[in-house]
C-alpha cells in the first residue's frame, strides 16, 4: 500500500520547553518535564495535551515521552502538539516506531548526546486516510496494553520480594529487631572500585573478549544485558583485582538511584568493573549475595545513603564514603531462607521475562507491518 509521506512540521508545532531547570519553583499542580523524562512539580503551565515530549540532551535522547494533561518543560525539550489531519495516537505509534532510528541515523548525528530543530527537517511521518490511522492505532494500543499488564506483573513480583524482606528484617534503618550492625565492607571478602584513568579507556575497548560491566548495565536488583562492550582477554588479566565473577554484588555509585546493586548472573562466567561500578564479593560464611542485594536497594536504606552524596557536577558516592554505610547483618540462616525465597521468585520473574520478550517481538512485527501498510 502506498501512503503520502509528509514532513513533521506539516502535522503538528515543533517547539522547545520554557523553563531552566533551576528556576526556583518546584511545587505546584503541574508536572515540569526535564531530560531525565520523571517529572518535578511546578506552579505554572506553559503547554496542553496531548503532547510528545522528546529529550534535547543527554543519555535520553531518542527516547520519547506522551502527556495527556498540561504540563511545563524544561527549555532543552522539544515539544510536538496542535496536530493537524493527524490522529495523535497513530503518531505516538510511528515515534514508536521509528524516532530513535532516525536520531541515530541522521546526518547531524546524536554522537553528542544533543538534539537541534534541524534533527527534525528530514523527519517525515506518513499521512494514511484517518480511518486507516485511526484503526492501526487501535491495533497497537491493544497489543501495547497486553506488554504493559506482563510489566506490571513482573513489577508485582519485586514488589512482593521487598514486602518478604521487610517482613523477615524490618527497616534496615530503623533496625526494629535489633540486628548486629557492621559496616558493607565487613560482609566483603573483595570489595573495590573499578580501574580508572589510563588503566581502562573507551578506546580499549573491542568487538569481542570479556565483558566489561558499565553503570548502564547495573539495574536495581537486574543486570541489565544490553549495551555491551569488551576487552582483551590480555588486559582483562592485567586488572586482577577487578575481575567479576557470577554470585559477585555490583552496585552502582553514580546514575538514578545513585545507590543501586544487582548480582552478576551466571551467564556471564567472568567480567571486569569500570570505574564508579563497585565490586562486592560476599563472604559467604557471614552473608549472602540476596540479602545483600536487597539491602542495598531498600528505599529506607537509599533514604540514609543520600547523605553520603557528593559532586560539583555529576553526583557520586565515593568508595570511602560508601565503606562507611552502616547495615543490619542477621544470622545467616535467615538470610539464606530470604535467598531461596528470592530464586524461586527469580525463577517465576524469568518465565514472565521470556514471555514479555516474545510480546515484545511480536508488538515490533505488528509496527512493522502497520507502518508499511499491510495491516
Known amino acids: 500500500m502506498s501512503w503520502q509521506f509528509v514532513n513533521l512540521k506539516d502535522v503538528c508545532d515543533i517547539k522547545t520547553g520554557r523553563k531552566d531547570a533551576n528556576h526556583g519553583e518546584n511545587d505546584g499542580p503541574y508536572p515540569f518535564y526535564t531530560c531525565a523524562l520523571k517529572p518535578i512539580k511546578s506552579p505554572t503551565k506553559s503547554f496542553d495535551a496531548p503532547a510528545i515530549i522528546l529529550p534535547g540532551n543527554g543519555a535520553n535522547v531518542g527516547k520519547v515521552l506522551y ?15 496542535d496536530f ?22 541522521d546526518q547531524y548525528g546524536s554522537a553528542t548526546n544533543y538534539l537541534r530543530m534541524r534533527n527534525f527537517d528530514e523527519f517525515q511521518v506518513p499521512l494514511p486516510p484517518k480511518s486507516a490511522q485511526k484503526r492501526i492505532a487501535t491495533i497497537l494500543d491493544k497489543a501495547d496494553a497486553l506488554r504493559e499488564k506482563r510489566r506490571q506483573a513482573i513489577a508485582k513480583l519485586d514488589e512482593l520480594l521487598q514486602s518478604v524482606f521487610l517482613d523477615m528484617f524490618g527497616d534496615p534503618v530503623t533496625n526494629p529487631k535489633g540486628w548486629g550492625i557492621v559496616k558493607l565492607p565487613d560482609t566483603a571478602i573483595h570489595f573495590c572500585d573499578g580501574p580508572f584513568g589510563s588503566n581502562l579507556k573507551t578506546e580499549h575497548y573491542k568487538e569481542f573478549g570479556v565483558r566489561v560491566v558499565r553503570l548502564k548495565n547495573i539495574g536495581v536488583g537486574e543486570f541489565v544485558d544490553r549495551d555491551k562492550v569488551f576487552i582483551s582477554k590480555e588486559h582483562y588479566n592485567s586488572l586482577p583485582r ?4 557470577p554470585e559477585d554484588i555490583l552496585i552502582g555509585t553514580l546514575g538514578d538511584p545513585n545507590l543501586r546493586a544487582c548480582i552478576l548472573p551466571k551467564t556471564i562466567s567472568c567480567a571486569l568493573n569500570k570505574a564508579d561500578c563497585v565490586l562486592l564479593r560476599p563472604n559467604k560464611e557471614t552473608a549472602t549475595a540476596e540479602y545483600l542485594c536487597w539491602l542495598i536497594n531498600n528505599p ?3 533514604a540514609k545513603a543520600s547523605g553520603l552524596i557528593l559532586g560539583q557536577t555529576r553526583l557520586r558516592i565515593s568508595m570511602g564514603r560508601l565503606k562507611s554505610l552502616d547495615i543490619p547483618l542477621p544470622p545467616l540462616s535467615i538470610q539464606q531462607q530470604f535467598s531461596d525465597t528470592v530464586k524461586k521468585i527469580q525463577d517465576i520473574k524469568s518465565d514472565k ?14 509496527q512493522q507491518r502497520a507502518f508499511k501498510g499491510d495491516l
Open 300 to 302: 529506607s536504606l537509599l
Open 67 to 81: 502527556c495527556n494533561e498540561p504540563f511545563e518543560a524544561y527549555q532543552r525539550t522539544y515539544i510536538l502538539n
Open 84 to 105: 493537524r489531519n493527524i490522529d495523535f495516537d497513530f503518531l505516538k505509534f510511528y515515534f514508536k516506531y521509528r524516532w530513535v532510528r532516525h536520531v541515530q541515523t
Open 242 to 245: 577487578n575481575h567479576c565473577f
Open 353 to 366: 521475562l521470556m514471555h514479555n520478550d516474545k510480546l515484545d517481538n511480536l508488538f515490533a512485527s505488528l
